[in-house]
């Protein structure tokens, strides 16, 4: 307290800048490297020169190599029974690869949680959900387009790019909500006073308390929330209870004594909005998870392809977890940080949620509109 | 400070970077072409014969109805191989031309059909150039941007000129593996834009000289 709040504000205020920055900077990186990759059409500028290594060209020939070894081992799973383990061990590798490549679900995961003041924990089920459903949905695509109707491809991938679209519409309408929530609370951080904030920290102990209870009264979260918990049923209120009841000693255990009280473990919207992200990203299924059923389909092992597409749904949920934990955490300590400087740190802390929210919701039309690429739909 | 910022950079690298590096390949392609010349030495256009890997050849045939299981003549395969055309058209067929150095457009393929043999289904095309050309240096390269599709020539004979005038001189570079560039790529510069055009260093690419 011995600062005077001038200095902790341009302190903070250079943090929040610091931070916007370097999102917008890789957001716009990000996209131009999509745009310019996705504008093949005029011709490639051949005075560029191509290269390829490091940790990105190791990714790309690891999954190439389990990708191509699945159709060889489902044919051999024909006659040998044994190479069904061959192809579910691949298949998590694959997973494991090609989450940690591309796609949009890991950015949109990760944004939202960053956005939404969720925990590690959650950041692991959501990933593990949209996984699943992910898995889910090729496997009902292929089951219901090839195996019951025998569709064409071509229409099976009409069926994909519909979905594909419904999908990013999805993930830019949960963006637009999460920047409208998180722009109000960005605003008012803004022009909230900053010596009321502060003495609100040193009062209650950890300031993120201090943050939600602007949000609860603004917003009426906390109907939302009881909402949720419905929804979710014991488990939920197992957390409450517990929070309620051994909140601080639960917080000396663990050592993150800033951690915000498990009432608000699920943030503002509840599980209801983390459904949201469920099925914003799940609902697209992968396309190479579509190949390998319709081709195991074709071998008539398609429980074979079933269950390597769960498996290397696993894979891929392991990874998008580990992101969003280390996404999570990187918040964490931004607030850690952040926290001692008082007002600014509400302010740089609403603003990095701000900021989170506005990559889902750009993710969201960018997707939409085709300036962002997802991996391509098997069409032609 | 240090530290948030490095842990900020790793959660974006990890989240937005991969999205440079679009996918990885689904679709493995050997491909053979002939450059297609006319009598006055103009270059026509480009003849492709694309065969797909067992796994997308499989795909493709899902649903397709034949007299004889597993046997696909010519004709059963017409509307997939025009649902293969009218498709690529969207990725300008992955063929891009440049005649001294002036980009060049291509019409509508021609004379397309698909065959199956040997479990693969193999598309073959003509894709015309807008205005026949003739360059002292003609330059197509074959690869697709996003990396969706691996591109690769056949062992023998990948590319042949037909018709060229005699004093034309064929050169076919592969598509560099990249182990010799790989030290030069580190994280740094894959995220500060190098790599923009992704697919491009798995170009196949042809040049003629004609002097």
Redesign the interface.
Known sequence: MSVSPGSRQTLAHGLAVCATAAMAILLLDAATHVLLAQTPFGGPRPSAEPQVGGIVGWLLSKQSEFYREMSSTIRAAKSDGSAVWTLLGISFAYGIFHAAGPGHGKAVISSYLVANQETARRGIVLSFASALMQSLVAVVIVGICAWLLNATAKTMCGAEKAIEIVSYALIAAFGARLVWTKGGGFIRALQAPRPVPAMAFAAAGHHDHAGHGHDHHDHGHAHVQEHAHVVHGDHEHRHDDHGHDHGHVHDEHCGHSHGPAPSELAGPGGWQRGLGAILAVGIRPCSGAILVLVFALAQGLFWAGIAATFVMGLGTAITVATIAVVAVSAKDLARRLSGTKEGGGALFMRGVEFGAAGLVLLFGVGLLFGYLAAERVTCF | ?R???G??????????????????????ITATSELIYAPDGAITGVRHAWTF????S???????ETKTKGVYSREELGS?AQ??VE??KE??F?T?A?ADGK?EKFQEPTDYYLEYKDAALTLHFILPLKTPVKPKEL?V?V??????I?FKFADKNPVKLVGAPATCQMKFQRP?D??A???????QN??????????????NKITVECP
């Open positions: 400070m530290c948030l910022l842990l900020l950079w790793l959660a974006g690298a990890l989240a937005f970077g991969a999205n440079t590096a679009q996918a990885h390949p689904h679709v493995w890997d067992d796994m997308f499989t795909y493709a045939l899902q649903g397709i997939l649902t293969n498709s690529l990725f300008g992955f891009f440049r980009k330059a390269e690869f697709d941007p996003a990396f969706f691996d560099n990249g182990t560039n790989a030290q030069k790529l580190g994280e894959f995220l500060s834009g190098e790599n923009s055009n992704f697919g491009m260093m798995f170009a």
